[in-house]
């Protein structure tokens, strides 16, 4: 992926599997508010961080299909309680 600030190269520095209960159990519950409403414990979190600028932002690894169901879903019924 590229850097949202400087497009520099936004490498993985920590994955976290949903429902881990180790030291990265922190990096996992951040994306459960956007995806666990459909995916339930079927997602990954990775945490970037830019070689260029240092920026860090986390990613969410949900199926392709998932994700365009969830899509579909708010389309159709709006966002879920809790998003
Ligand atoms: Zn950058």
Known sequence: ?????????????KSARAG???????????????????VGL???VRQRKCLSCEY???TVEVLLKDCREMIIEIANK???KDF
């Open 42 to 44: 079927d997602y990954m």
């Open 78 to 80: 709006g966002i879920p």
């Open 1 to 13: 992926m590229n850097c949202p600030k400087c497009g520099g190269e936004f490498k993985v520095r």
């Open 56 to 58: 860090s932002q986390e």
């Open 20 to 38: 881990c209960t180790d030291s990265r159990k922190y990096l996992a519950e951040k994306a459960a508010p956007t995806v666990k409403w459909y």
